[in-house]
């Protein structure tokens, strides 16, 4: 066989092979699989002119073949598919009916996850391994696909099955990204949400908020936002799995001094500069956006919350959070050298440097303070205590 991707195009490789991966024979799909798994991995014109061969649809059946290693290698070819966000490239997919494979491999997926430890013939490794490699298919059609909700709910419980086979030990923290991505997007539909089942799962997202990892970290919080915005069982969920203490672990990362410090400090580049502080202030108001949502809970969570200590944490931030003058004309100046060389939206968010999450902030200690004069007192204490 050609060793080199244009000379397999130019060959009659495809055409010759193509007739037995329709016949679904087990001997060849794996290789077959694998050379197209290879081929699409080119720019989009090279994998339309494969496509159009025919090889999407048993490439589609080959998701739930009996054979482990074809699952994974159609599982790699689909995903490289998918990734590309090319109307024509979806519309195969679509046709070949992705969607309803897609179901079914999920369904047998959650189901073996479930039970299939308990089976003495299992092979955790194996399945690991398969299980990484389809949910990594999985999050390139979430990307370019319009899934219906049945089939959402099953990439969620898959999503959420990938996450605590890996929150400990993320071989792949990019892949650990996507899932934790995807599932806070599947279950900002309330329907969704309501659905399914974070009951075992939410103590492993948790811990995920201390990952040394910016978008694991938050993505979690994202996730950790959505459950507490939901209804009061959810936002106990969140509180009983010990959630407010990896929550404190976190905020106790944070500067004990001026927050402002960062840029003081940091050896880095002005753009690197600007991007530990931005990346700081979205973690802070994901942190308060969860606060505030547990805290608009029952007066019991609102309790919980407040007697965790962390209130008193938002609250010394917030003190401890003032610009020096010097600083100041620092950003400004810096400003101006940024939109320069990066002229884009984000840009003009620098006028409100490090202070967009104050508002959420507020909110939570409005929270606290609406319902329960003794807290009213208590934030006044620890407001002038400095």
């Not at 000379?7 to 329709?22: D, G, Q």
Request: aromatic fraction near 8%.
């Amino acid at each position: 066989m050609p060793q080199k991707a244009p000379e397999i195009y130019a060959s009659s490789y495809l055409l010759k092979n193509t007739p037995f991966l329709r016949k679904m024979l087990s001997i060849l799909d794996e290789d077959i699989s694998w050379t197209l798994t290879n081929l699409f991995s080119g720019n989009v014109d090279e994998i339309k002119s494969i496509v159009k061969l025919g090889v999407v649809p048993p490439l589609v059946k080959l998701l739930t073949s009996h054979n482990c290693k074809v699952r994974k290698q159609s599982a790699w070819a689909i995903a490289n598919i998918a990734h590309e966000d090319d109307p024509y490239l979806i519309a195969q997919l679509s046709q070949a009916g992705i969607e309803d494979q897609l179901l079914k491999l999920l369904c047998i997926q959650n189901s073996i996850s479930q039970t299939g430890e308990d089976d003495e013939d299992f092979d955790i490794d194996q399945f690991k391994d398969e299980f990484s490699i389809q949910t990594y298919m999985l999050t390139r059609v979430l990307t370019n696909m319009d899934l219906n909700q049945k089939t959402q709910i099953a990439s969620a419980e898959f999503l959420i099955t990938y996450i605590m086979y890996y929150y400990q030990q993320a071989d792949d923290v990019e892949l650990l990204g996507f899932a934790l991505d995807k599932l806070n997007f599947l279950i900002g539909n309330d329907q969704i949400l309501k659905q399914v089942d974070f009951r075992d799962s939410v103590k492993c997202i948790a811990k995920l908020i201390n990952f040394n990892d910016y978008r694991i970290s938050k993505y979690s919080l994202c996730i950790l936002e959505s459950l507490a915005g939901g209804s009061d069982k959810h936002t106990q969920l969140v509180i009983d799995s010990g959630a407010l203490a990896d929550i404190q672990s976190l905020l106790q990362q944070i500067p004990n001094q001026n927050y402002s410090i960062t840029l003081k400090s940091t050896s880095q580049g002005v753009n690197a500069k600007f991007k530990a502080h931005e990346d700081m202030d979205e973690i802070l108001g994901r942190v308060c956006f969860v606060l505030s949502n547990i805290t608009a809970g029952t007066p019991a969570q609102t309790q919980q919350c407040f007697d965790s200590g962390l209130v008193q944490m938002i609250i010394e931030i917030l003190t401890e959070t003032r610009l020096e003058e010097d600083e100041i004309r620092f950003i400004e100046k810096e400003k101006i050298k940024l939109a320069k060389l990066n002229r884009r939206k984000r840009d003009q968010r620098w006028n409100q440097f490090c202070f967009d999450w104050v508002k959420d902030a507020f909110y939570v200690i409005a929270n606290c303070t609406s319902d329960s004069s003794n807290n009213s007192v208590k934030v006044e204490i620890l407001k002038f205590s400095k």
